[in-house]
């Protein structure tokens, strides 16, 4: 089945760094989702990207889509301690849109 | 905002003993979902549902595993005969068309 990477596992940075995560397949994607769970909570939706090379952003976070669809990332500006949880990236596939998640990168933000 | 409901939060069971996961998903959405995500894990997808029949299953979705949708609102989850390796937190989705999923809370299954 469709496999998607993610790097880092963990990512500890100071509170007013930046951070950034990747998300990779072997296959390309039709689109790809991005998700915040905080410790202890539930998958949150942040953003869908479905066309090659797109660049979206929400606030301090920026979503890209390689040109080739088989990799993205998401990049968080001067971090802040709400920005603690975890970042999962999730491809879209199968006749019922079922997700396949990465392994999530855990962030954790010193103050 | 609308949400989609889980229940109970936190169920504790007997090894072998069969457990009913509920969710009320959002009422217009149409692809409903079980999502399980083992402590300190990855989300890992069970199964689809659309049009009150199953559209895809995972390789952990066997013949111990069932959904239903018994009236209009509720989807749930049955496990027969737990294992202690399915102890872990369950998720239901749903979505629309193009949307991302919205996620319940989660039930957080302990098999003992």
């Known amino acids: 089945g469709q496999q998607v990477m993610q790097i880092p596992q963990y990512q500890h940075v100071q509170e007013g760094e930046d951070f950034t995560t990747y998300c990779n397949s072997s296959t390309t994607l039709s689109n790809i989702q991005w998700y915040k769970q905080r410790p202890g909570g539930h998958p949150v939706f942040l953003i869908q990207?479905?066309?090659?090379?797109e660049v979206k952003k929400q606030k301090r976070l920026t979503f890209q889509f390689g040109e080739a669809k088989k990799n993205s990332s998401l990049h968080i500006t001067a971090t802040q301690t709400t920005d603690v949880g975890t970042y999962f990236c999730?491809?879209?596939?199968?006749?019922?849109?079922?997700?396949?998640f990465g392994s999530g990168t855990q962030l954790t933000v010193l103050p | 905002e609308p949400e989609v409901t889980q229940t109970p939060s936190h169920q504790v069971t007997q090894m072998g003993q069969e457990v009913i996961l509920r969710c009320v998903p959002i009422s217009n959405h149409l692809y409903f979902y079980w999502y399980r995500q083992i402590l300190g894990q990855k989300v890992e997808f069970l199964v689809s549902?659309?049009?009150?029949?199953?559209?895809?299953k995972s390789e952990i979705f066997d013949d111990q595993f069932s959904v239903e949708r018994p009236d209009g609102s509720n989807f749930t989850l049955k496990i027969r005969s737990t294992k202690l390796e399915d102890s872990a937190m369950y998720f239901c989705?749903?979505?629309?068309?193009?949307?991302?999923?919205?996620f319940g809370s989660g039930t957080r299954l302990t098999v003992v």
């Open positions: 990207l479905v066309k090659s090379g």
């Open positions: 549902f659309y049009n009150n029949e199953i559209s895809e």
């Open positions: 989705a749903s979505s629309r068309e193009g949307r991302g999923y919205t």
């Open positions: 999730a491809a879209l596939s199968g006749s019922a849109r079922q997700l396949t």
